[in-house]
């Protein structure tokens, strides 16, 4: 059934709508892929609120590749599908296939990523977090835990991805507040261990004990540069701070071995307000553009209290 169609039978017809009706709507859902394990979070979240709701979830998983999503996005549109969930790799590149969801009145809803296009109706509602945010936030703990004194290292999220480019950008306004905090090497770590590892390997060969801290856009290259560390022979969390963002519970575990310092919530369950938003929009209803998730800073001395109810 066509959006624009099936809202206006909807709004007609609301009170005799049942929730069998969603039941029998179908989603299409591009995934950016399994880097991290916010990421398999997050698609276990959706995958498991489509079936709570009943609806039928055609998945599909791009391995890190635009144009894989551009092709689901493309495939969905020809399957009919009555909705979509994008969780877009990169911010940019997405105005002409969204253009022809728009074309088959679909809407289409981002889920934990934004992205630029020249026009902000061709996607429903942006469900994320506010990345300039966490790197802020990031970047005020670590002054504050080094009285404004460190040579920090960056690991970097995915080039060209909003939370890789936000997080450095809080993070550097926040760190050039103080003269004595620099960052002193900045490369991605494509969001994974393994990657975060080697380049926070090369980081040690180059600086050393030069380094204060390090700074990870993500907790998965947090715990490979840990490792790094250990590696080389100094003690993570002690010798070099290490301050990242997700929350994941790996990271809580390493703040419990004293080897994470901090790392900052980002909430990958966005299953239910992604399902909320389209059924609002079948409903006839508006849905604000962003749906901004609140974070907050996990830190060492609380996380063996927390670790247990964390959700992810
Ligand atoms: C954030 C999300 C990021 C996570 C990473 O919303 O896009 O991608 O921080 C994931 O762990 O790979």
Redesign the pocket.
């Known amino acids: 059934m066509k959006f624009r169609n099936l809202a206006t039978s909807l709004a007609l017809s609301a009170t005799l709508l049942s929730a069998q009706a969603f039941a029998e709507l179908t989603i299409g859902f591009s995934q950016?892929g399994a880097?991290?394990?916010?990421?398999s979070a997050?698609t276990e979240s959706i995958k498991s609120e489509a079936e709570k709701r009943g609806y039928t979830l055609k998945f599909s998983d791009a391995q890190q590749k635009q144009e894989n999503q551009i092709k689901a996005i493309r495939s969905f549109i020809a399957q009919g599908v009555d909705g979509i969930i994008l969780?877009p790799v990169v911010e940019t590149g997405w105005d002409r296939v969204l253009k022809e969801a728009k074309a088959a009145d679909i809407p289409v809803v981002l889920v934990?990523?934004g992205i630029k296009v020249k026009d902000n109706d061709l996607y429903l509602s942006k469900i994320?977090?506010d990345?300039v945010f966490e790197g802020k936030l990031a970047g005020a703990w670590l002054a504050q835990e080094t009285n404004g004194y460190a040579n920090i290292v960056e690991l970097q999220?995915?080039p060209g991805?909003?939370?890789a480019i936000d997080r450095k950008a809080g993070f550097g306004q926040m760190v050039e507040q103080f003269p004595g905090m620099e960052i002193t090497a900045s490369q991605t770590g494509e969001?994974t261990r393994t990657k975060g590892k080697e380049v926070m390997e090369a980081f040690l060969k180059a600086q050393g004990e030069e380094i204060d801290a390090v700074y990870a856009?993500?907790?998965?290259m947090a715990l490979g540069a840990i490792q790094a560390i250990k590696e080389f022979g100094l003690m993570p969390g002690k010798d070099i701070l290490v301050v990242s963002?997700?929350g994941?519970k790996a990271a809580f575990q390493a703040m419990v071995d004293g080897e994470l310092n901090a790392t900052v919530d980002?909430n990958?369950l966005l299953g239910p307000l992604a399902f909320d938003a389209l059924e609002m929009a079948f409903n006839g209803k508006d849905v604000d553009k962003w749906i901004v998730q609140k974070d907050k800073i996990n830190v060492q001395q609380d996380a063996a209290e927390m670790i247990d109810s964390r959700m992810f």
């Not at 856009?217 to 998965?220: I, S």
């Open positions: 950016i880097e991290s394990a916010w990421r997050e969780a934990d990523r994320a977090s990345f999220g995915g991805a909003a939370p969001w856009h993500n907790d998965d963002i997700d994941v980002c990958p």
